[in-house]
């Protein structure tokens, strides 16, 4: 309990020393600090989000900021785009259905469908290179002796792989930065 | 230490309450020594790097193998059992060191993928900290031909953990078994991916084989290494009349 106390008297002083602070700044400044903690909160909000909480708790959150709302959202929704794993289109599914309510569905569906490019351009190079990878890791396996029916080689970490997987991943990652900015530019 | 013909066994001190308390969880290594070209040596299950009471685990085993005269960086090839780090842990570092090639069972690199990702709260929750590993080859099912003469099956025993393998070599009447079973008991099947039902199978399987030296994962508290048709027999019976009631 005394140490709860603390942490109130301790939140409560930081609280009047911005406030004190607050007084010598010029405009720019309090503008800066004023978007600093609105980040903060959209920062929370997609963290929390991201954690289980109900799109509906979201907006309930958003309904005590008022004017400051649509700030809000976009630092909200950049940092929810940011946690999007272009090799993880399932997990993505989440964030997308956050990005459908603030954003709207095209800006969702063209997030959605370039997972699934992604998705399907990454499977075909698989089956492209998968035959000629596997062959090359029989040899390298055979001249070191080892053989065998109970082998499969193991080629999703080959460096000719990761190389090809990168490429792809980099390219894609590109055109889903493009449509990130054009969520902040909301 | 030199157990029969280029066999060799590196086991984890654990006999005694004792040495289970101070030297902490490791698993028991076993190396075919020269068994592929350029007189590279199999290594079966490392064992971890460092484990929980910071005892140096690969140090201990590189000591060992170097008083047989054995190399670390003479391996060649890495069989991990199965993909729990008290067994593979080491193999990253070995691999370095020697430019091993890296196996493990198809089915367990499924579960090294979820230990990455949903199941790795969980699983740190249990005091699993899983090292990297980066598989070279996967085995399933069938037959390992090493070098020019050596051939090994390669057993699939889920149960302890889903992708679970087993070596088997007819000519010595030698089975590795991880975890399958220790000296009166069993592995554990409260591990995520772990199935009393599989397990008992596996056991009741590989009870059928023709085996002279069943080496173990572990010596908790028993030996590492059960010899002799009738002594592995017997710890079977044990083992079905003691342990599976409780599984």
Redesign the interface.
């Known amino acids: 309990m005394a140490e709860d106390n603390e942490k109130v008297k301790s939140a409560l002083e930081i609280a009047l020393e911005k406030a004190q602070k607050l007084g010598g700044m010029s405009s720019d400044e309090k503008q800066k600090l004023k978007d600093e903690n609105l980040e903060s909160v959209g920062l929370a909000l997609s963290k929390r989000y991201l954690k289980g909480l109900p799109v509906r708790d979201v907006e309930i959150e958003l309904g005590k900021y008022k004017e400051d709302q649509k700030t809000i959202v976009t630092y909200l929704l950049s940092y929810l785009a940011n946690e999007i794993d272009m090799g993880d289109p399932d997990g993505a599914e989440r964030i997308l259905e956050a990005i459908n309510h603030f954003a709207g569905a095209p800006a969702a569906e063209k997030i959605g469908s370039l997972l699934n490019e992604y998705r399907s351009a990454t499977e075909k190079a698989w089956q492209k290179n998968q035959q000629t990878l596997e062959a090359a890791?029989w040899r390298e396996?055979a001249r070191?002796?080892?053989?065998?029916?109970?082998?499969?080689?193991?080629i999703e970490?080959s460096p000719e792989w990761v190389e090809a997987r990168q490429q792809l991943h980099s390219d894609y990652q590109k055109r889903l930065e493009g449509i990130k900015s054009s969520l902040q530019a909301l | 230490m030199k157990l029969v013909g280029d066999f060799y066994a590196y086991l984890w001190p654990g006999v005694t309450m004792q040495e289970m308390m101070r030297y902490g969880n490791n698993c028991n290594s076993y190396l075919v020594a020269n068994?592929?070209?350029k007189s590279?040596h199999i290594l079966v299950d490392p064992g971890q790097v460092v484990n929980e009471t910071r005892q140096k685990c690969l140090d201990r085993l590189i000591s060992e193998m170097k008083k047989d005269g054995l190399k670390i960086e003479d391996v060649?090839?890495i069989i991990n059992t199965h993909a729990h780090p008290d067994h593979y842990g080491a193999s990253e570092e070995i691999r370095k060191m020697s430019g091993a090639?890296v196996?493990i069972g198809?089915e367990e690199?499924e579960f090294l993928k979820l230990a990455s990702g949903e199941m790795s709260q969980a699983l740190k929750s249990m005091g699993f900290e899983m090292p990297e590993i980066?598989?070279?080859?996967?085995?399933?099912?069938?037959?390992?031909?090493?070098?020019?003469d050596l051939?090994a099956?390669?057993i699939l025993i889920p149960g302890h953990s889903d992708g679970h393998i087993g070596i088997y070599w007819p000519k010595e009447k030698i089975f590795m078994g991880g975890d399958l079973v220790f000296d009166g008991s069993t592995g554990r099947v409260d591990i995520p991916g772990g199935s009393a039902e599989a397990l008992k199978a596996s056991i009741e399987r590989i009870a059928k084989l023709d085996i002279e030296y069943l080496l173990t994962g572990h010596q908790y508290s028993s030996p590492g290494i059960i010899k002799g048709k009738e002594q592995i027999k017997h710890n079977f019976e044990i083992i079905r009349r003691e342990i599976f009631p409780y599984l």
């Open positions: 890791k396996l070191l002796g080892i053989s065998g029916s109970a082998i499969k080689p193991a970490g | 068994a592929l070209p590279k060649g090839l090639q196996a198809k690199n980066h598989p070279d080859l996967y085995l399933s099912e069938g037959e390992l031909r090493l070098g020019k051939v099956q390669i």
